[in-house]
């Protein structure tokens, strides 16, 4: 069905660039600048955005194999990715049950078990304290209850998801509104990790209004890759996640080929937003596609973000190709940095200067339009809202 969907958008698409027209939003929308600077608006979107969606932390390719974890931290919460043997991925908050040291160094590798570098205490691959150091002198306490504590997960697309509460009640399947389904064919699972970069950047959302604002592109970025870029945009909406695809003329090379011939790369181009933290722009590389998957996570303050940029190519690189891809890294990595956060960044002491009390998002900018309006509802919903709030999402072609 969703190999359907992505043939059908393909001839929503072309149907736009054949006619020179976009979807454009009813009116324009204005956003308080104070959304972007106010610290207590800023704990609620870490507390109830943050802190209760899930967040897409790895790829299944940096972590295949039983036994492969990774150790990270994200917003300020330690992390612990492990496969099991059974092949399920599980997620824990990397502190132990003894005196709450972080167990795993930040990184990946491969383990059975995991002993904690202060007394070696020692959990399994499904969390389970599996034995305590020098326990007869220690006193008695009951193993099966002191494992590590249980994030939720969900591995989909060759992506992981983990909310960092371990007392939520969200339904991660409702949360993607079957996004996954259509990211699927990516077939990220097969890709490879190339290389990853941080970058510091401004407000969370100021970035990350930046993805999905094609109208800039010629202009902001006309030095570096922009100049021919179209400015237009189309968004396809699954819940709060949504595809950006500029119209794209060339779609009508496949329009008289029988549909199973349609180029899956053709169909996947453009960039893909996972709410509310990840942007996946892809491109062709020498030697097939490769993608930039950016997590973006807010920093220590309103006006601060971190920004992890994943390059994955899907086939391994030879000396020349990895050579290429270096090079295609290191421009995007400048492009982000130096054109849309540096911008950002500047755009950010603008805003709070008091000068203006709001700021606009045209027409033609839907993707900020819906954004924010998801946004807001989730700051006001409550815990048992968010269920219902993610089934009844909008969908594109339902
Ligand atoms: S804190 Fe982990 S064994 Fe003591
Ligand atoms: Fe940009």
Redesign the pocket.
């Known amino acids: 069905m969703s190999r359907a969907q992505l043939i059908e958008m393909a001839r929503h698409n072309l149907a736009h660039a054949k006619a020179g027209t976009i979807e454009q939003e009813p009116e324009v929308m204005r956003v308080p600048v104070s959304n972007y600077f106010d610290p207590d608006r800023w704990r609620l979107e870490i507390d109830r955005v943050f802190k209760r969606m899930p967040l897409m932390l790895a790829l299944t390719c940096e972590m295949s194999g039983p036994g492969d974890y990774r150790a990270l931290e994200a917003v300020g919460m330690p992390v612990l990715l492990v496969r099991g043997g059974d092949g399920e991925v599980r997620a824990f908050v990397n502190m ?6 972080q ?1 795993v160094r930040e990184g990946t590798g491969n383990a059975k078990r995991f ?7 020692t959990y399994d691959q499904l969390g389970d304290l599996v034995s ?2 020098a326990s007869e002198d220690f006193g008695e306490i009951d193993k099966s209850c002191n494992g590590l504590t249980k994030l939720p997960v969900i591995e989909r697309a060759g992506l992981i998801w983990v909310v960092l509460n371990p007392a939520s009640t969200l339904d991660l399947e409702a949360f993607l509104s079957d996004y996954d389904q259509i990211l699927a064919h990516f077939g990220f699972e097969h890709w490879h990790l190339f290389e990853r970069r941080t970058i510091a950047g401004p407000n969370w959302k100021i970035a990350y209004d930046g993805y999905m604002d094609l109208y800039h592109l010629p202009i902001l970025h006309r030095e570096s890759f922009g100049a021919q870029m179209p400015n237009q945009a189309l968004y396809y909406p699954w819940g709060p996640h949504q595809r950006v695809s500029s119209p794209d003329p060339s779609l009508a090379e496949m329009e008289d080929l029988p549909e199973e011939e349609w180029s899956e790369a053709h169909l996947m181009s453009g960039v893909w937003t996972i709410f509310p933290h990840v942007s996946i722009a892809s491109f062709d590389g020498g030697g097939g596609r490769s993608v930039m998957i950016s997590q973006l996570f807010p920093g220590e303050s309103p006006g601060e973000s971190i920004t992890v940029q994943n390059y994955v190519m899907e086939n391994e690189p030879d000396e020349e190709q990895a050579a290429a891809a270096t090079e295609q890294f290191t421009l995007l990595e400048y492009v982000v940095r130096e054109e849309d956060y540096a911008t950002g960044l500047r755009q950010q002491k603008a805003l709070r200067t008091g000068a203006k009390s709001h700021v606009m998002f045209g027409r033609n900018e839907g993707g900020g339009h819906r954004f924010h309006r998801w946004l807001d509802k989730l700051l006001e919903a409550d815990d048992d809202q968010l269920n219902e709030l993610f089934l009844h999402g909008e969908r594109w072609g339902r």
């Open positions: 132990c049950s003894h005196r709450g040291s167990i002993p904690c570098p202060y007394h070696a205490w305590v150091y």
